[in-house]
């Protein structure tokens, strides 16, 4: 059934280049880990169609659009929350596999267009077809990063920009043109999403004084071990159990690891002042 809508793809930057150092255990732990926070915000009205090895194809039909600028704000809040778990990924791993070691090349971009798609339902799946669609696959290989140095990005084609409006936004947006051959210029505006997440952050920054009291009681202690022994004792569920008094078991629910999953919150919007 043909419709008009938002289709916007998902993309994990570097996950090519770090597969090929990875064995495919690594590689399957990694790429969970790493879309855990993607998975977390793609939610309705947005709809996921399905998992192209590291992208994630969603849709989003006009009848069901809440605001017209509600693409724009999903993607900030698909990117913080990515971001935020890779962050609490690289901080709380003690993890030593290449997996683990490589998180750092890992990051996130969006590709947005509007237009006519059609919908089929295949083995349990609504598979997306149309020109539309190609065009928007076509994007994916663009110069957006050799031209801007850019790396996490939101690349919003000309007709999904007209879509949702805001003029002012998008003109301070980086105007940029591919070329798709038998689509000819595709005319499109990219916005950094990197000072996104910052200010996501500092808006969500912790500040403990050192006239606060504890949370809990300050105890010390000398260990006859190493430090990267101590902490595996604090980390590792499997050793804490050996030192925690009245705990039978745990159980993990960690995707890679060393590697924690962590929520998030709702992202800011560039187009409310900041």
Same mark, same amino acid.
């Given at each position: 059934?043909?419709?008009?809508?938002?289709?916007?793809?998902?993309?994990?930057?570097?996950?090519?280049?770090?597969?090929?150092?990875?064995?495919?255990?690594?590689?399957?732990?990694?790429?969970?880990?790493?879309?855990?926070?993607?998975?977390?915000?793609?939610?309705?009205?947005?709809?996921?169609?399905?998992?192209?090895?590291?992208?994630?194809?969603?849709?989003?039909?006009?009848?069901?659009?809440?605001?017209?600028?509600?693409?724009?704000?999903?993607?900030?809040?698909?990117?913080?929350?990515?971001?935020?778990?890779?962050?609490?990924?690289?901080?709380?791993?003690?993890?030593?596999?290449?997996?683990?070691?490589?998180?750092?090349?890992?990051?996130?971009?969006?590709?947005?267009?509007?237009?006519?798609?059609?919908?089929?339902?295949?083995?349990?799946?609504?598979?997306?077809?149309?020109?539309?669609?190609?065009?928007?696959?076509?994007?994916?290989?663009?110069?957006?990063?050799?031209?801007?140095?850019?790396?996490?990005?939101?690349?919003?084609?000309?007709?999904?920009?007209?879509? @949702?409006?805001?003029?002012?936004?998008?003109?301070?947006?980086?105007?940029?043109?591919?070329?798709?051959?038998?689509?000819?210029?595709?005319?499109?505006?990219?916005?950094?999403?990197?000072?996104?997440?910052?200010?996501?952050?500092?808006?969500?920054?912790?500040?403990?004084?050192?006239?606060?009291?504890?949370?809990?009681?300050?105890?010390?202690?000398?260990?006859?071990?190493?430090?990267? @022994?101590?902490?595996?004792?604090?980390?590792?569920?499997?050793?804490?159990?050996?030192?925690?008094?009245?705990?039978?078991?745990?159980?993990?629910?960690?995707?890679?690891?060393?590697?924690?999953?962590?929520?998030?919150?709702?992202?800011?919007?560039?187009?409310?002042?900041?």
């Amino acid at each position: 059934m043909a419709q008009q809508g938002f289709l916007l793809i998902a993309d994990i930057t570097g996950y090519h280049h770090v597969s090929h150092a990875l064995g495919a255990r690594a590689r399957a732990g990694n790429s969970r880990c790493a879309v855990q926070g993607i998975f977390a915000e793609i939610k309705p009205p947005i709809m996921l169609s399905n998992l192209q090895g590291d992208a994630a194809l969603t849709y989003l039909p006009d009848a069901n659009l809440p605001q017209r600028q509600f693409p724009l704000d999903a993607i900030e809040r698909i990117y913080c929350s990515f971001a935020n778990t890779l962050g609490a990924m690289r901080l709380n791993t003690t993890c030593t596999c290449n997996a683990c070691r490589n998180m750092n090349l890992l990051d996130l971009k969006f590709f947005l267009h509007h237009g006519t798609y059609a919908t089929q339902e295949m083995a349990g799946r609504t598979e997306l077809q149309g020109a539309e669609v190609i065009r928007l696959h076509r994007l994916m290989k663009n110069s957006v990063t050799a031209a801007t140095g850019i790396k996490a990005y939101a690349l919003v084609t000309e007709q999904a920009a007209g879509a @949702i409006g805001l003029p002012d936004f998008f003109a301070g947006s980086i105007r940029h043109v591919e070329n798709l051959g038998e689509f000819g210029e595709t005319v499109c505006y990219v916005y950094d999403l990197a000072p996104i997440f910052a200010l996501w952050r500092a808006t969500r920054r912790v500040v403990v004084q050192h006239d606060e009291p504890l949370a809990f009681r300050s105890m010390e202690c000398d260990l006859p071990v190493p430090p990267a @022994i101590a902490w595996a004792y604090v980390t590792d569920i499997e050793k804490k159990i050996r030192w925690q008094h009245g705990i039978d078991g745990m159980t993990d629910d960690r995707t890679c690891a060393g590697a924690d999953r962590a929520g998030s919150d709702a992202a800011l919007r560039p187009w409310q002042g900041f």
